[in-house]
């Protein structure tokens, strides 16, 4: 039996949970696993901006993350300490000897040749984006089937980086949520398949409301996965409603001038 799935991830918060989920459809072919380099302009950063570069490194450390990761448990069903510790490639590594699906670890699908073979003699139907870097056409061209991605903002309004700020800077409480759509060249500018928003509440911190959308993210992508995965082999997309996406309007991104850390134990009502 072919299977249908292929994911690409450079393991956000809730990564491992994906993977297992994805898994667990019997559908997953292959991980392509981005390492996400530093690069030179990073290094660059480094030496400018040490005190900016160590606020971030606190923020990416096991234990400050693991606390996250731990708390996104309370939204996720079945999630468990596995895949609090499972951002680490031995991990990875564990849960396809499991699954048995191919992975494949690169520092660029854009130009790694073992990544870019990968998606060219992929049989799968769909190519489940979550998370890394920017995809270029030709990378897109490489693979056969269809690209979905998992964005955590309300599209077409929000697009880019960011999402939850932009929807409470603008008062547009109803739009805070995640969207799951067709990935085209064009930044979050493929066709919607499905929306998913959260409630709103002023008191909450904006940290934890980023928390509770990211986990909505990963939840409404398992979701749409599973209903994909009961489809019969060659459906594609053939009876979902496809919302269309705006070609014009703002693509966002991090704010100027915001220190993000601080912002995440002000209230959502005080955004601003």
């Known amino acids: 039996m072919k299977r249908k799935f292929v994911v690409t991830t450079h393991l956000p918060e809730g990564g491992a949970y994906f993977i297992d989920q994805v898994a667990r459809t019997g559908h997953l ?15 660059v950063r480094l030496i400018r901006w040490p005190y900016a570069c160590m606020r971030e490194l606190y923020w990416q450390t096991q234990s400050f993350r693991s606390r996250r990761l731990m708390r996104l448990g309370r939204f ?32 660029s699908i854009n130009s790694d040749p073992a990544a870019l073979d990968a998606l060219r003699h992929s049989e799968a139907e769909f190519l ?18 269809i690209w979905l991605n998992g964005h955590g903002g309300y599209l ?44 709103y509440d002023p008191r909450e911190p904006y940290g934890d409301l980023l928390l509770r959308n ?16 009961e489809r019969p082999a060659g459906a594609g997309l053939s009876g979902f409603e496809l919302i269309p996406n705006s070609p014009v309007g703002p693509c966002y991104s991090a704010p100027a ?16």
């Not at 990211?214 to 995965?229: D, G």
């Open 214 to 229: 990211h986990a909505n993210l990963v939840s409404t992508y398992v979701e749409f996965v599973r209903r994909l995965a």
């Open 128 to 145: 489940l984006v979550q998370g890394g870097r920017i995809l270029k056409p030709s990378t897109l061209k490489a693979f056969k089937g």
């Open 29 to 43: 072919e292959t991980v392509i696993f981005q390492m996400l380099p530093v690069g030179r302009k990073g290094l």
């Open 156 to 199: 077409p309004q929000y697009r880019g980086m960011h999402s939850e700020y932009w929807a409470l800077k603008h008062r547009d409480y109803d739009r805070i949520g995640v969207s799951i759509h067709v990935l085209v060249v064009r930044l979050d500018g493929g066709p919607i398949l499905q929306r998913s928003c959260i409630s």
């Open 257 to 272: 001038g915001v220190d993000m850390m601080r912002l995440a134990a002000t209230p959502a009502g005080e955004v601003r």
């Open 76 to 107: 996720l069903p079945g999630y468990t300490l596995e895949h609090v510790v499972g951002h680490r490639l031995n991990d990875i590594r564990r849960l396809a000897r499991r699954h048995g699906f191919k992975l494949v670890v690169t520092n």
